[in-house]
């Protein structure tokens, strides 16, 4: 069993991983690279870094992790569960077990859509592998936010009967047969049981279920029972949260949305987690 598992690449899941590294613990780091931080044009109060763009900053944190030899896996943690004092994580097809966590989230680009945490494992799935050939031959949803997870929308089109395929980006090149793509933003997800339609501003179409492909889920669906206050993570000074075993660092747990605070927060909360794996 892992020591613990960090979930989020920005500056607070870099941080977090170069200090359990350097304290000895054994751990896994999901996600991707921080998009936030290669946009970012001008950074100028970041600790030695007096004037640094956001692709300079996103390459010497690369570097850096990689010089110690840590790896971070880019696919997306789905679940999060709480069983018998440790925690399982879902990742696709596999599961991951760790004594402790680290939430490095980051703000949530959008929020969940009407219905998607109701309906979820009623219909409403964020893992195409996991759950895909439970629709095969039906009428499925989805909802891909970004260019990246276009493999798995056309995974899933090659499974189902029909698959209403909505792109959340421009640019999109998803190539199926069945696929029929939906250039309209969805408001809600409904049903009895389970998910039975998707509804749009103006019309609505009946499915069996529905796909969300994010690059994170939002802190509160990930795992039942964290609590979240103003759309951020609850957390104390130690970065813990009110679930023992789980801390959060970075801009989940509030403002100011600064990279400094996120790294400084991300050292914290991996201090943290050895106090806690030492009681």
């Known amino acids: 069993m892992l020591d613990c598992v960090i979930i989020g690449g920005g500056p607070a899941g870099v941080s977090s991983a170069i200090n359990l590294k350097l304290l000895g613990k054994s751990f896994l780091w999901f996600s991707g690279p921080s998009k936030k931080v290669e946009r970012a044009e001008l950074i100028k109060n970041y600790p030695a870094f007096p004037q640094v763009t956001g692709k300079e900053l996103s390459k010497a944190f690369k570097k850096h992790v990689e010089s110690m030899d840590i790896e971070m896996r880019g696919e997306v943690v789905t679940g999060v569960y709480e069983t018998d004092g440790h925690f399982t994580l879902l990742v696709k097809d596999e599961s991951f077990e760790a004594k402790t966590v680290i939430l490095c989230l980051g703000v949530e680009a959008s929020k969940p859509i009407g219905g998607e945490e109701e309906f979820l494992g009623r219909g409403v799935s964020y893992c195409a592998t996991c759950d895909g050939f439970l629709y095969k031959g039906k009428k499925i949803a989805v909802l891909c936010t970004d260019k990246q997870f276009e493999h798995e929308a056309e995974f ?18 998803i190539k199926a047969p069945n696929a029929r793509i939906i250039l309209k933003k969805p408001v809600s997800v409904s049903g009895d049981t389970r998910v039975r339609s998707l509804s749009f501003k103006d019309e609505s179409v009946e499915i069996d279920g529905m796909f969300i492909l994010r690059g994170s889920v ?7 029972g964290l609590k979240v206050e103003g759309g951020h993570i609850a957390v104390n000074r130690d970065c813990s949260t009110n679930i023992a075993g789980v801390f959060s660092a970075g801009d989940c747990t509030g403002r100011p949305y600064q990279y400094a605070k996120a790294v400084g927060e991300g050292n914290i909360a991996a201090h943290s987690v050895v106090e806690y794996l030492t009681r």
């Open 156 to 173: 899933l089109a090659g499974i189902a009967e029909t698959a209403y395929v909505i792109p959340l980006y421009k640019g999109y090149e």
């Open 218 to 224: 939002s802190p509160s669906t990930l795992l039942r």
